[in-house]
T-cell receptor, first 114, second 113 residues
Framework: DQQVKQNSPSLSVQEGRISILNCDYT??????FLWYKKYPAEGPTFLIS?????DKNEDGRFTVFLNKSAKHLSLHIVPSQPGDSAVYFC?????????????FGTGTRLQVTL | DAGVIQSPRHEVTEMGQEVTLRCKPI?????LFWYRQTMMRGLELLIY????????DSGMPEDRFSAKMPNASFSTLKIQPSEPRDSAVYFC???????????FGSGTRLTVV
């Protein structure tokens, strides 16, 4: 059972435009969400995170939005750059202390075109 | 710190052979995770260790898979016998927390023919 879902396997966006990557989750116990970025032949690297007590977190060109009622989060990249072309994974965890771990989605491949 | 180090980077083996993947975590990280990346399931957790002790191996697909962590600086993931459906990229990650701060290695691309 996939508790974290990324329904779009790929996305193509022109350079300078906004990229929006979506993620849905089913476990209402998740309280911390992260986005990881993965380049070919490399491991995923942490990009940005958000706690369930917030609905928005911004870091430069990257903003993550959380809609708890819809169990949905999204990553906005503005403006998109060719170097943003990568696979993006969203991940979620339940509260610390429950011996849990990160649950990852299936990933979305972003292609930023010139 | 050199980060999480995995070896080999690529492995091609014949069906039925034993395969061993290796991982050196970041010094001081108490948690070590083994993930498998596939198109269908994304990053799938196989097993994780805390202080060298296996905590959750519910993601290990079947008895052909085994993992060990004999000390804080080394872990192995073994597949015996290997099958073509095991072909995937296997990642090792380490962290100081179970739910945050994961650092991934570069992965091992396994091809079973």
């Amino acid at each position: 059972d996939q508790q974290v879902k990324q329904n779009s396997p790929s996305l193509s966006v022109q350079e300078g435009r906004i990229s929006i990557l979506n993620c849905d989750y089913t476990n209402s116990m998740f309280d911390y969400f992260l986005w990881y970025k993965k380049y070919p032949a490399e491991g995923p690297t942490f990009l940005i995170s958000i706690s369930s007590i917030k609905d928005k977190n911004e870091d430069g060109r990257f903003t993550v939005f959380l809609n708890k009622s819809a169990k949905h989060l999204s990553l906005h990249i503005v403006p998109s750059q060719p170097g943003d072309s990568a696979v993006y994974f969203c991940a979620a965890s339940v509260p610390t202390g429950t011996a849990s771990k990160l649950t990852f989605g299936t990933g979305t491949r972003l292609q930023v075109t010139l | 710190d050199a980060g999480v180090i995995q070896s080999p980077r690529h492995e091609v083996t014949e069906m039925g052979q034993e395969v061993t993947l290796r991982c050196k975590p970041i010094s001081g990280h108490d948690y070590l995770f083994w993930y498998r990346q596939t198109m269908m399931r994304g990053l799938e957790l196989l097993i994780y260790f805390n202080n060298n002790v296996p905590i959750d191996d519910s993601g290990m697909p079947e008895d052909r898979f085994s993992a060990k962590m004999p000390n804080a600086s080394f872990s192995t993931l073994k597949i015996q016998p290997s099958e073509p459906r095991d072909s995937a990229v296997y990642f090792c990650a380490s962290s100081y927390r179970v739910d945050y701060g994961y650092t991934f290695g570069s992965g091992t691309r396994l091809t079973v023919v």
